[in-house]
T-cell receptor, first 113, second 110 residues
Framework: SAVISQKPSRDICQRGTSLTIQCQVDSQVTMMFWYRQQPGQSLTLIATANQGSEATYESGFVIDKFPISRPNLTFSTLTVSNMSPEDSSIYLC??????????FGEGSWLTVV | RKEVEQDPGPFNVPEGATVAFNCTYSNSASQSFFWYRQDCRKEPKLLMSVYSSGNEDGRFTAQLNRASQYISLLIRDSKLSDSATYLCVVPENTGNQFYFGTGTSLTVIP
């Protein structure tokens, strides 16, 4: 499997600010996804990052709050805008592997205070 | 009905025990299934893939029952290092969406 690098790995942010998380894959991948996992919960898909076009958002997630970029087949960013304490979570970048499984970056732990 | 359902546990078992988790899925047309392991404060990592009746890798065996629409994960001779949350994942047929179970927590006790 390719290797996914995410940064920052963790951050503590003030409410009302925005944070951009970067995701770099060491090989070209067709599908990239952004997930959120709140403490004690399972993963929730935020959106599918589409190369060269707008991301596809899941119900409950909107572009104004979570703008996503994917300029090429190896890189994507997720911005968490106008943060509130409810946005405290781990954000996971993932990519589709050749066998249709998905693999994840190490996650970005976000705490909003 | 949820797309994927798991018993959340927790399962607390002694070292050396055999433990099994079940995962039920709602889409009878699903073709592939995955078990992931997630350690505390870490990302999920692929443990096993299941495409036909089952798969075996060392102490781990995954079995698929299409008639009853469930997959199971069997861990034999449990080790302390097996303590983790095990996630059942079923892709949508298009492969563009993955349905995650809520995870089953396992603690192996010395």
């Amino acid at each position: 499997s390719a290797v996914i690098s995410q940064k920052p790995s963790r951050d503590i942010c003030q409410r009302g600010t925005s944070l951009t998380i970067q995701c770099q894959v060491d090989s070209q991948v067709t599908m990239m996804f952004w997930y959120r996992q709140q403490p004690g919960q399972s993963l929730t898909l935020i959106a599918t990052a589409n190369q060269g076009s707008e991301a596809t958002y899941e119900s409950g997630f909107v572009i104004d709050k979570f703008p996503i970029s994917r300029p090429n087949l190896t890189f994507s960013t997720l911005t968490v805008s106008n943060m509130s304490p409810e946005d405290s979570s781990i954000y996971l970048c993932s990519a589709l592997d050749w066998d249709q499984s998905i693999y994840f970056g190490e996650g970005s732990w976000l705490t909003v205070v | 009905r949820k797309e994927v359902e798991q018993d959340p546990g927790p399962f607390n078992v002694p070292e050396g025990a055999t433990v099994a988790f079940n995962c039920t899925y709602s889409n009878s047309a699903s073709q592939s299934f995955f078990w992931y392991r997630q350690d505390c404060r870490k990302e999920p990592k692929l443990l096993m893939s299941v495409y036909s009746s089952g798969n075996e890798d060392g102490r781990f065996t995954a079995q698929l029952n299409r008639a009853s629409q469930y997959i199971s994960l069997l861990i034999r001779d449990s080790k302390l290092s097996d303590s983790a949350t095990y996630l059942c994942v079923v892709p949508e047929n298009t492969g563009n969406q993955f349905y995650f179970g809520t995870g089953t927590s396992l603690t192996v006790i010395p």
